[in-house]
């Protein structure tokens, strides 16, 4: 079947704009999670959705980040008034169950430059 | 806090010898323990996991508790070995299954 999605697979966008990226994860995985790999910083994790549970946005590095899962399927990332320091490859992945701790599906990634 | 070393950037090897990547972690709880592999312009994915106890394309890892390691091996290195390696933990005594990454590990096999 298909794999996470996520889109745009690039963005650029101005100094002070807000962005939104869509994951699309696995058919029936409960579990998706958000992460970021920028060069020097290599990959964090921002986000985790379990189910119908609170989300946990403990890796979210400011209040300009937030993230929403709609019907426990679609995720957007949104960043608000984006900084130069945001600049990264946002990767999106789901698994099967949370407690299961087992794989996670990586999706393609969204390449956001912010100039 | 949980926290992941990859000391290598950069290991180079010739095809045919052995490889060792190594990986260290910090976690005061029970860990598990993960190796996810991305090759050119693919996407990240599982290569073995310590639970499973599985050797994947000649790649084993084991995990010492003692010395907090869990380094990835494999004997006899393929030129389709080259990829960038991250060794990665979660908790399996909290609920918070996010993955902590290291900073990876390019591996360069050489003809």
Known sequence: GAGVSQSPSNKVTEKGKDVELRCDPISGHTALYWYRQSLGQGLEFLIYFQGNSAPDKSGLPS????????????STLTIQRTQQEDSAVYLCASSPLAGDGGEQYFGPGTRLTVT | ???????????????????????????????ELFW?????????????????????????????KGETSFHLKKPFAQEEDSAMYYCALSGLDTGRRALTFGSGTRLQVQP
């Open chain 1, 63 to 74: 209040d300009r980040f937030s993230a929403e899962r709609t019907g426990g399927s679609v």
């Open chain 2, 1 to 31: 806090a949980q926290r992941v070393t990859q000391p290598e950037k950069l290991l180079s090897v010739f095809k045919g010898a052995p490889v060792e990547l190594k990986c260290n972690y910090s976690y005061s709880g029970s860990p």
């Open chain 2, 36 to 64: 996810y592999v991305q090759y050119s312009r693919q996407r990240l994915q599982l290569l073995l996991r310590h639970i499973s106890r599985e050797s994947i394309k000649g790649f084993t890892a084991d995990l010492n």
